[in-house]
């Protein structure tokens, strides 16, 4: 654990001797299930799915009995209403649980795909093939669906998993966890490909931030910003996440008032909740006179508090003041910010100035603008004519997502098993030397 | 420069606040130009690098007595003549400098492909398109083409360069900077898209590594292994490197022996001091009676040393003993570790166990032998039948390359212009929203 002693000159967790022999074993176990995983079939591999959602409604009562304790020790540490429902399970969300880890068997297998091919004028022929990327971390807090979707994605791609639940979900994570070894093996697989780290102890985290000894290629977390911002501040390894989610929706002139109406109460209000809701509105200054009111009034109505600047109070006297705090401000709520703008280079200078590259639409009927709008705006995915909230892995047809990574490396957008996939070259020769 | 006390935490590099100050501007710069030439078209692009390569050209006498000066410095400071002959621009060496600019122009644009596009069931297309990386940070040491090639690298797909001369070369490497800037002011392109650090100061270095406030997506170290091991430890941003180069050639039973000799000779002999080169021989026992003398001899009479084990140095008096660490060392000279292994198994065992995941070869002509070994060996390339030694940008027709990479990450292998790239999703669609 060579650099965890690094990691500790600025980390919040300590870790003694035996926690660092602990974690050091469960990389080793990993690296080496990794290794047999990551040559299995896409058969064997969909069987191990199949098998572990069998296994998940076998365990049913046992699962949801792991998961009432939880819930009881929730309820006696006095936590939030919302995390006890994050946290709650039931004959209807396991059951979930078990078809959406058989529909990700069900997908395309994404290891061993060609991704590109060329023949050299020596005769070389060069494969670019995509190979599993090794070992997935994965730091979750509450929700105990996380256990059995990042496992299933991991392996789906033939990555072995280390997952580390929150503690308040730690009971439920492990009978979820269980499930999928005993399913492993009943197909042939290392039990050892998924692992939940069996401690509670903080200091698991910062252990798996540093990389276990390179035994972990990346590291995933699935939580509120202060687990991500922790994450990305110490991990020694790469992250696939995304910290914030201020995705805007920009109302040129030349949109049509009723799409536009529609694609912003969608992008806003579906679910506010989630990291592709639109959190401000750009209207172009030039249908202000027009589109402003209408697209204020609809947002009001629909229960969302309207933060704007001078020229969108004076639209709607229900709209308060926007601060310059709002235009950063990713409320994950029925709250709004919103904006008159000089036009598409005052629009893209705003989301570049106070966007999170995440996802970021533009209403137009313009098309050379649109043009301009996809190219210019530098975020993970930008959309034009179409809700922000499409920005989520199975919306792209991806089957299912680890999360959305808002970073410029190997993973951007919504995270699926492609993109849990790395790629090698494969040269075959017939004796070719270099000059 | 938030991160930088974080960073000198652990750092040999202690900055203080007029260096940061000028290092954060640097970044400022950067990601401001990199705005500009992200959205550059490939024309444009084009004819900024052939304009580079003419001002190469005009300012010869410049560039070759600046880097006269540099030699002289180098010379009186006791440097060694290996590093000298690095450090030595004459006018074929610029020539080439410059015309190695222009090939990179006349290589395809990496911006702008589209690399998947789907149409979902709601009629929503969505494309996913290479874009520029951003700010991509080159530390490098001696060498004052790689000023050049670099920065050109990075222009040609779209991104910012922030080069950092190592103090032998830094007169070198400012006069060809200005080169740079001249031909892109004279394409319409901002200058600052190629910047030097204009210090000597090695804490300029560690700026870079905490990423310059965000400023720095992506560092390339190009130097010896103290350089990139350093980068690879502190680098707060991703880092597109190599730290070894233990590459193997395999002959199995199967193999040809002529071919096995061929290969085997081209791969450490062509060049020892590549990172291609091999460092290893592995020979299956079931061939050693046949293939390892004649394999060892040629090796021996061609001037490599050898260094065996128990069965190698049986075969001929003139191998040495080979000692555990031979297996995990980088020569980069004239020298050989050989082993005897039992068969495939025991090979990719070996080369898991001992290699760094640059480029491993095998000989045989069992086709499924093959397979296996090109699945199961871990590593960025592995080839069959062919020299290690085409581990190279050029020779897989990349037309250049940045460095090679050994991380799992977005870049694995030759890194080209198209690894220089990263993508975002361009969603088209016509008022859809999200049930």
Redesign the interface.
């Known amino acids: 654990m060579k650099t965890v002693p ?1 990691l500790n ?2 980390s919040d967790f300590a870790i003694d001797a035996d926690l660092a022999m602990q974690m050091a074993q469960i990389g080793k176990r990993a690296r080496a299930a990794a ?1 047999q995983i ?2 299995a079939s896409a058969q064997t591999k969909d069987i191990a799915l199949r098998l572990i959602a069998e296994r998940l409604r076998a365990d049913r009562d046992v699962i949801l009995a792991e998961n009432a304790r939880d819930v009881a020790a929730a309820r006696s540490a006095g936590q939030t209403s919302a995390l006890i429902d994050r946290l709650t399970l039931d004959e209807g969300r396991l059951a979930a649980i078990a078809d959406a880890v058989q529909k990700i068997g069900a997908l395309p297998d994404p290891v061993g795909r060609q991704i590109a091919a ?1 023949e ?1 004028p020596n005769g ?1 022929l ?1 494969e670019r093939i995509a ?1 599993p ?2 070992v997935v971390g994965v730091i979750f807090e509450s929700r105990p669906n996380v256990t059995a979707d990042a496992g299933a994605l991991c392996l789906k791609a033939g990555n072995a998993a280390i997952l580390r639940a929150g503690s308040d979900s730690h009971r439920t994570a492990m009978a979820i966890a269980r499930a999928m070894s005993a399913g492993l093996v009943a197909a042939g697989l290392p039990a050892d490909a998924v692992q939940l780290v069996p401690t509670r102890d903080r200091a698991a985290v910062g252990a798996m931030l540093a990389g276990l000894d390179g035994c972990i ?2 590291i995933v977390p699935r939580g509120g910003r202060g687990l991500v911002e922790r994450v990305q ?1 110490e991990a020694r390894v ?1 992250v696939f996440a995304h910290l914030d989610g201020v995705c805007h929706v920009y109302v040129a002139a030349a949109a ?1 008032l009723d ?1 536009a109406r ?2 912003v ?2 992008s806003k209000m ?1 679910r506010t909740g989630i990291c592709g809701a639109a959190e401000t509105l750009l209207v172009d200054r030039a249908c202000a006179g027009t589109h402003l009111l209408p697209l204020v009034a609809a947002l009001i109505e629909a229960g969302c508090a309207v933060r704007g600047d001078a020229a969108v109070q004076a639209a709607d006297p229900r709209v308060t003041a926007a601060t310059e705090a709002d235009w950063r401000t990713e409320y994950l709520d029925a709250i709004i910010a919103a904006r008159v703008v000089d036009g598409l280079d005052a629009a893209i200078d705003h989301i ?1 100035t106070y966007g999170s590259h995440h996802t970021d ?1 533009i209403v137009t009927d313009d098309a050379a603008e649109a043009t301009r709008f ?3 705006v ?10 922000t ?2 920005a ?1 892995g199975g ?3 991806f089957g299912a997502e680890i999360g959305i990574a808002t970073g ?3 993973a ?2 919504p995270v699926g098993v492609e993109q849990l996939t ?13 000059p």
């Open positions: 690094v000159l600025r290794r990551g040559l060329f050299r070389l060069i190979v990327l090794g290629d990346v501040a790469p049509d799409m529609t694609v109460l969608n579906r570049e639409a996809l190219a210019e530098d975020s993970a995915i930008v959309a034009h004519n179409a809700s909230q499409f989520d919306e792209f047809g410029r490396m190997h951007r957008g790395t790629f090698k070259y494969r040269v075959h020769g017939s004796g070719q030397t270099r």
